[in-house]
């Protein structure tokens, strides 16, 4: 069985006007959800053998997509990113990729059996409540999908807590989200870093002391986001001649968060 490598070519079609505004932008690496469906793929090139007669590669099966959009407006200006990755053997010979309408010319091959199409974009500011449109064409046909751009939130500023504490964190709810992802990082004064991340469907989420092990200055974010939450049993949203997860995220200043965790003080008895 041929794993196509090569032979791919990004082709421009002309695809109407763009609903979202026309801001789209880039994810710097493919999601979670990403990689597992690279390496439900890479599974089923392992079994292939000498005693097992996979498919013709003149087969062509709908591609695995997962999307992802942020929209952050920060004191440091307006940006959105989009990254959408493809998964497909053979890797489709047509590949475009369109957010509300506006063509992503900036597509790669990143793994054996994936294309990466990412866009960065700091012009144009999203509507809240505004639905945003994915369309990918390949070789199979047409996937689609789409989904709103939550509505603005705040995060309720957390205490300093000790090593030994738990982080509670709370926010209020964003119109339109169907989940919300979390992102702490602690650093040390010897520069090494922890990372919490947790995806919840309510507005508040808790890190206990299992999984706050060091101290240090902490900040994170909270984005709100439209789409299934990826999880286990969980259907995708991607409809058409392909399957998968749609993402739209957003957050904004008042998404932040900052505090000090402190080493646990111990007082010796008398």
Known sequence: MRIAREGWKMTTHTNGTN??????????????????????????????????????????????????????????????????????????????????GRQIDDVALVLPLALHAALEDDDIVWQHGQDCSLRVITDVGVATATEVVPGAFAVEPPSDIAVTDTLNLSWSSADG???????????????????????????????????????????????????????????????????????VSYYDSLCLFEFSVTEEVTVSPR
């Open 177 to 247: 989200a169907d989940y919300y992802a979390v992102r702490c990082v602690i650093r040390s004064a010897r520069d090494d870093s922890l990372v919490l991340e947790r995806s919840v469907v309510d507005t508040t989420v808790s890190f206990g002391p299992d999984d706050i092990t060091l101290s240090g200055s902490a900040s994170g974010w909270v984005r709100a986001t439209a789409g299934p939450l990826p999880d286990g049993g969980t259907d995708g949203n991607i409809a058409g001649e392909g399957w998968g997860f749609f993402a």
């Open 19 to 100: 609903s979202c505004a026309s801001r789209t932008a880039r994810t710097g690496r493919p999601s979670r959800v990403a990689g597992v469906l690279v390496i439900l793929v890479a599974m089923g090139l392992a079994s292939c053998s000498d005693d097992i007669v996979c498919p013709d590669d003149t087969i062509i099966v709908a591609p695995a997509i997962t999307a992802s959009i942020v929209e952050s407006r920060l004191a440091a200006g307006d940006h959105t990113s989009v990254g959408v990755l493809c998964v497909a053997d053979p890797l489709p010979n047509d590949f475009a990729v369109f957010i509300s």
